[in-house]
């Protein structure tokens, strides 16, 4: 991309976000699907922990229920407490006492140990105090029949259990501090015929059974919690809010009014809902569920708690994150590596689409280069047998359509003279140098023109010649310029020497003339002597004439101009060829435009010159002859014109002689060149030299037997 | 032309200075001499005073033009310049006022004929111009003197312009001098009395 262009730079990042962009939304997703898929997983994860902690959790209360319904029914079949029960003796109560008293403290988590009877008073009572149990002495033993559960235990069937509600143990109308969570278990004792002894009453610690609850909660995410069927916090790891139905002023610290959002949780056994308070798991606990004898409730003889385990949603969206994040992570990296990866694959995508490109518009731009060129632009293979390339220029300058075998056509149009030097150029073959040859080819049209062929090797990396590429000018003007230019050197220097002759000659024609002179009048009186003498005159003469015209045609045309009429200057040139003019009975016909304007700058003296030259040529007799001339007429026609873009007179000079061939009209303008017997053939190069100095164009025309028409065109001004 | 002129001609050639006297002779006019190189014509020029010159350019010893001017210098003489060149400086080097015609080689009888006819009239129409420009020349100087020493007079003596005039001109008749004379004495008079 060395060569960007101005718009490379924003195309290799569309290209880039081409790629990138796809690229990005795929990881997006695919990171999406990855956190949400980590995310269940996550919270499935959590669940199965949860559900498992809270089975365990439940059937730790299950286990524990049972096991104090057992030691209930256990007492109530107590031997020590029959014998007592039927003997009555006093030593059998303190042996019944006994007994309940080593059970208590084995035991260790019953509050109070109790036989009442059915009355409702107490008979035995065992207190566990600082983990010692205590006979209570007769005097303190207490009547409990107001209590409610002395009254339920009382109306018991054989075989059926009281439980009391979970609640705080209260003292005197007290809470007692600190707080004794408890649970009474009841149940009443019969006789073998089924009266009613009495019943034992166990006020079981639900501490013990709380921290085991707790314990088999510990290590998992949540937060545990026990809930009884109306809400109330059992267990909540917060003392302020458990036990909320024991104060008047915790009424609605319950579960279900702070966690307003776990509705499911009262509507199902077992389950799981997230809320935007958090992840609630729970589990439907049934305490009285194993139960070999059926358990009476004050509520029924359904028992139900709810274990909960709770992750704040702050917790969560911590977890969340921590996914989240994680999952960013990786989808960054990963993002940086594919964007690493699309930037690469872009820019090498942009540079081979932008060398493409160039190497396209290159290549159009060569062919519009070598099309538009007037050059023959040429590649040819290693030995020049065929042409790779033409340019579309070969068939303006050869006159040939760009065919197959190009190659033939262009051999064969060369002209035999300058076959040797074609050749050479055609028949090198693997040299290392460039060439140059020229020669001249023959168009089908017959026109000859000059060719310069010029190319050097092509080469390859390895340095091997692989063809050649060249190019063939047409150089027919330059030829002709360089012709010109030699030939006015030339004259040039015939200039010279001719002004260098000048004394000599004029000299030599003063002396002759002299001489001349007084010889005739020395032989006045012999007149066929006069006669020779006269003819020697004539010649002298025309010597004279000569040397002036050649005299004029080499030496510098300098341009004075005026403004002049040029239909003024013809009159001026009539005016002095008028003895010729009348000597030859000519009859001159001018005509001009109606508005014509023809007035131009130009040297007077000069442009009479030139008119002169022309007339005199068409005033020869000598072209009488050859068309059987009787009247010379001349046609003179003035008319505006323009010239190289810019304004111009025109003037036309056409005689009613013979005219010239094709071949003479192109030569008529050669010094030295003349059709006549007599005559210098000069004039017309002096005309035309006069013309071009004044930039303007003087040509004939002429078609044999119809005369010759001379063409001048004077630009009105030298700008 | 009917006046007989006396001419000078030069030339390198003897054929042409043969064809000049003889022709100049039948055209009624004395050739005094024929000079081969530009020394001798300004010699002859100084021993024969001619009225006109006829010479060459080109010639071995001086060129005929500066020759001329050298004489004319002395002598104001009009030349006719017969030469092979035409070309431009040779033609500004002979527009000077004492060449009076150029002629190109080859020439004919008739062209020598025609240019020396114009050439003495113009000759002549110049010498009186000439003098008319001399004597007005001394008529301003005259007239220069007269008024100084007619102021000199007004001032010395107080006299008006009339009066001192009539002074002169009294001095002058009396002493049968110019007025100018007078004029210049007095005023030579006068700055010898330092006045």
Known sequence: MSSATPHAAPSVWRTF?????????????????AWQGQWERRLSDLRQ???????????????????????????????ALRRALTTGASVDWAAAAAAFRVFSEKKQFYDQVRFLDPTGLEV???????????????????????????????????GKVFVSPFDLNVEDDQIEQPLKPTIRFAAGVFDADGSRRGIVVLNYLGREMLQRFVRFGAGGPGRSMLLNAEGFWLYAGDPAREWGFMYSDRQDVRFPVVYSTATELWQTEVGQQRTPQGLFT???????????????????????????????????????????????????????????????????????????????????????????????????????????????????????????????????????DDRAAADAAFERRGEPAAFSAEYRIVRPDGETRWIWDHGFPVRDDAGVVRGYAGIAEDVTRLHAAQDRLMQSERLAAVG??????????????????????????????????????????????????????????????????????????????????????????????????????????VDGLGMVQVLRNVLENALSEELDAAVERTQVRIRVAFSTCRLQGRDAVRTIIEDNGPGLSADAVRRAFEPFYTTKVRGTGLGLAIAQRIVAAHGGELEATSEPGKGLNVSIVLPRSAG | MTESLRVVVADDEPDVREYFAETLAE?????????????????????????????????????????????????FTPTIVVTAYHDQATLAEASEPHVFSYLVKPIERPQLEAALTIAWLRYRQFSSLRGEADSLRQALEDRKLIERAKGLLMQQAGISEEEAFRRLQKSARNENKKLAEVASALITAARVLGA
């Open chain 1, 17 to 33: 976000l081409a790629y990138a962009l796809p690229c990005a939304a795929i990881l997006a997703i695919a990171s999406w699907a």
């Open chain 1, 49 to 79: 922990a949860e559900e498992k902690r809270l089975a365990l959790q439940a059937e730790s209360i299950v286990r524990d229920f049972a096991a104090a319904r057992t030691d209930l029914e256990l007492l109530a079949e107590e031997a």
């Open chain 1, 124 to 158: 035995l009572r065992i207190n566990l105090v600082n983990g010692e149990a205590v006979v209570v002495p007769e005097a303190d033993l207490q009547r409990k029949d107001d209590r409610y559960y002395v009254q339920a235990a009382l109306a018991l069937p054989r």
């Open chain 1, 282 to 416: 729970w589990e439907t606990i049934h305490p009285l569920a194993e139960a070999r004898t059926d358990a009476e409730t004050a509520e029924g003889s359904d028992l139900q708690w709810k274990a909960v385990s709770i992750l704040p949603e702050d917790q969560l969206a911590e977890t969340a994150a921590a996914i989240r994040s994680a999952v960013l992570r990786i989808a960054a990296s990963g993002g940086m590596v594919l964007a690493v990866v699309c930037w690469v694959v872009a820019r090498n995508a942009v540079a081979r689409r932008a060398s493409e490109a160039s190497l396209v518009a290159s290549e159009s731009r060569f062919r519009q280069m070598a099309a538009a060129i007037a050059e023959v632009f040429w590649l040819c293979n290693a030995d020049r047998s065929r042409f790779l390339y033409v340019s579309p220029a070969f068939a303006n300058i050869w006159g040939a359509p760009s065919a197959v075998d190009v190659i033939d056509v262009w051999r064969a149009a060369v002209h035999p």
């Open chain 1, 496 to 601: 010279e020497a001719i002004t260098g002759l000048a004394h000599e000659s004029r000299n030599a024609l003063q002396r002759s003339q002299s001489c001349l002179e007084m010889l005739a009048k020395r032989i006045a009186d012999r007149p066929e002597a006069l006669g020779l003498a006269a003819r020697v005159q004539d010649a002298l003469r025309e010597l004279h004439r000569l040397y002036e015209r050649v005299r004029e045609y080499a030496a510098p045309t300098t341009v004075r101009r005026a403004p002049h009429d040029i239909s003024d200057l013809l009159r001026k040139t009539c005016d002095q060829l008028a003895d010729l003019i009348a000597s030859r009975g000519a009859e001159i016909v001018v005509e001009r435009p109606p508005d014509g304007n023809l007035v131009c700058e």
């Open chain 2, 27 to 75: 055209l009624g006019h004395q050739v005094l001499a024929a000079a081969a190189t530009g020394d001798e014509l300004l010699a002859a020029c100084r021993r024969h005073s001619p009225d006109l010159l006829v010479t060459d350019i080109r010639m071995p010893g001086g060129d005929g033009l500066s020759v001329a001017r050298t004489y004319a210098a002395e002598r």
